[in-house]
């Protein structure tokens, strides 16, 4: 490679250096610059940051039995009913992941070579450790999503990507076999560790030597700032690091891949713990949880300090200002799309206030009311009929005998299913043409309530519902925390969840549903059904709605064969390299 493109430039975050903050007066160099021209090194590294597949909504979920959308050339519909193919493939994560590896992969190579700093060797050092760490937390990350994607079995064996750990140039074979899966979770451990040693916790401010790691004894406290400040949040961090480890890990222990694998669910519950015991254990559960993406009465994004996470985030994208979703996803009425349709699959798996599911006899659930005495969460993440939105309070109607464009089917642009999503989306937010108002908003790339449910899950598998393992809490502690804060089960001290708490199945149930519930409409459930080895063909239904007769409907089919609990290799690059072997059935 002679050339490389500096994609992305964040001279703030280079500060304090003058090679730092004197670029060149172009935007591309000879890849020999980098020695002596930092910023060139950096923009090889930062091409990973871009390449995040969490930069941006996807809204996968179209693709399960959670949610359908009313474009009906969405492509996660076609992946749903039957068109997804190794040529075919909107999650496919082989090529960006590949080519940020890649890039991340020349950044390593040469890190050790480049003068950061002329003046200070130490200071020099310290940046390329920072950095390092960084690209090391990066590979790691990329690797997951890969195997996320792309993993899956040949002749009974299963495999995930080619491991590269240096670059490759015109001379290489670029025809590399997959290793096999369990290499690649080693490989992504090993990254991941790496970036530990080399990270701080938090880039954070320090005013006293006394805070300063050992191996960087003797510098003050403002050159330590320089380099692990806080002006570099959101950057990777060795917090980051343990929580993307512990994604992978409950990955790799789960059914799909267990076989294939030696991470064990232990191994998984010990991985999130040490995230949730860095956050304060159960006592840094963020009660405000449930509205990190909200304005009004529950803001947490006007009020953030800069590079600061609400109690809720643990790595979030920067904050922008706009009002794309709401243009997406509010009903007709306020000027929206209404892209997204929650199903009544997924209302259904919300229970009672009292607890208990809906088609258990105690939680008094009525048909002719189907909305009354639910668990909050319900309102607060899904438009039902009759609910109000926007920020005049307008009421929607979904119901077919209402003269509104937001009824069943009504326009191109109304709900297919009886329902619009509300969660991520500010009730601020004006899309009136004439008075069009933009808000700010951030997308998590991990939530600390993922961890804390990645170790229920895990710790229930591996010790049952009440036993702790090496933790202070078990599964059961962490799901009546999450139910608390949820507001279900507070007037009879959840005696749904008392009555299971000893039975793992039915506890492994209740964990999965409150996962779906918690994480609906981030991504999260087409990877959960397919880990889990779950029915994906069940297909999505609606609610035709009359005055107080509910019908229900089914709206779109499911069809997925056994063998796409994984993903396919794509097909243009097993025509390329026979090395490459696709996975078993595509």
Same mark, same amino acid.
């Given at each position: ?258 076989? %294939? $694998? =030696?991470?064990?669910?232990? /191994?998984?519950?010990?991985?999130? !713990?040490?995230?949730?015991?860095? @956050?304060? +254990? &159960? #006592? ?101 009929? %009759? $609910? =109000?939105?926007?920020?005049? /309070?307008?009421?929607?109607?979904? !119901?077919?005998?209402?003269?509104? @464009?937001? +009824? &069943? #089917? ?124 779950? #029915? ?51």
């Amino acid at each position: 490679m002679k050339k490389i493109a500096i994609l992305f430039i964040t001279l703030t975050a280079l500060c304090g250096c003058k090679k730092f903050v004197e670029p060149g007066l172009q935007n591309n160099g000879n890849f020999e610059n980098i020695y002596d021209e930092p910023l060139l090194a950096h923009g090889l590294l930062l091409n990973g940051y871009t390449r995040l597949p969490t930069n941006g909504w996807v809204f996968s979920d179209v693709a399960t039995d959670d949610a359908v959308s009313n474009d009906r050339n969405n492509n996660f519909s076609k992946v749903a009913t039957g068109q997804w193919t190794a040529s075919f493939n909107p999650l496919d994560q082989w090529a960006n992941a590949r080519a940020a590896i890649q890039y991340i992969n020349l950044f390593l190579t040469e890190a050790d070579k480049v003068v950061f700093d002329e003046q200070n060797a130490t200071l020099s050092q310290m940046f390329r450790d920072r950095l390092k760490g960084e690209g090391y937390g990066l590979r790691a990350l990329f690797g997951y999503y890969l195997l996320q994607a792309h993993a899956g079995k040949v002749g009974g064996t299963l495999y995930g990507y080619p491991i590269l750990l240096t670059p490759e140039s015109s001379t290489s074979d670029f025809n590399q076999p997959r290793a096999k899966f369990d290499d690649c979770m080693k490989q992504i451990y090993s990254d991941l560790t790496r970036a530990e040693e080399l990270l701080p916790l938090d880039y954070r401010d320090i005013s006293s030597a006394t805070d300063i790691p050992a191996k960087y004894a003797g510098v003050l406290p403002e050159t330590y700032n320089r380099v692990f400040g806080r002006i570099f949040s959101q950057r990777m961090t060795g917090r980051i690091a343990k929580a993307i480890r512990a994604k992978a890990a409950l990955m790799a222990a789960s059914p799909a891949y267990a076989d %294939g $694998s =030696t991470t064990t669910w232990a /191994n998984a519950a010990s991985a999130a !713990a040490a995230v949730i015991d860095l @956050n304060g +254990g &159960l #006592n840094g559960f963020a009660a405000n949880g449930l509205t990190w993406y909200a304005g009004g009465s529950g803001n947490q994004i006007d009020g953030l300090g800069s590079g600061a996470n609400p109690p809720e985030v643990l790595w979030r994208t920067s904050v922008g200002q706009n009002s794309d979703l709401e243009a997406d996803h509010f009903p007709p009425t306020l000027s929206g799309s209404g892209r997204l349709n929650p199903t009544q699959n997924l209302v259904n798996a919300f229970p009672a206030l009292n607890g208990y599911p809906v088609d258990n006899a105690s939680s008094n659930f009525n048909p002719a009311a189907p909305y009354t005495n639910r668990d909050p969460r319900l309102a607060a993440y899904i438009v039902l009929n %009759g $609910s =109000t939105a926007g920020p005049g /309070n307008t009421v929607i109607y979904t !119901a077919t005998d209402r003269n509104t @464009n937001d +009824g &069943l #089917n009504r326009v191109e642009t109304s709900t297919r299913t009886g329902y619009y999503m509300r969660k991520l989306l500010r009730q601020d937010v004006n899309r009136a043409s004439n008075a069009i108002s933009n808000q700010k908003h951030y997308r998590p790339h991990i939530r600390y309530t993922e961890i804390y449910l990645n170790y229920a899950e895990a710790a229930n598998e591996a010790y049952g519902p009440l036993a702790n393992g090496t933790s202070a809490y078990s599964a059961y502690d962490v799901i009546k925390k999450i139910r608390q804060r949820a507001g279900i089960g507070l007037t009879n001290g959840d005696a749904y969840l008392e009555s299971i708490k000893s039975n793992q199945s039915a506890m492994r149930t209740l964990i999965r549903n409150e996962r779906r519930l918690e994480l609906c409409f981030e991504g999260f459930r087409f990877w959960d059904l397919r880990r889990w080895n779950a #029915n994906l063909n069940e297909a999505a239904t609606g609610v035709n709605i009359t005055q107080t007769t509910y019908t229900p409907i089914t709206v779109e089919p499911r069809s997925y064969q056994s063998f796409m609990i994984y993903g396919p290799i794509p097909y243009s690059e097993t025509l390329k390299f026979n090395a490459l072997q696709q996975n078993t059935g595509w």
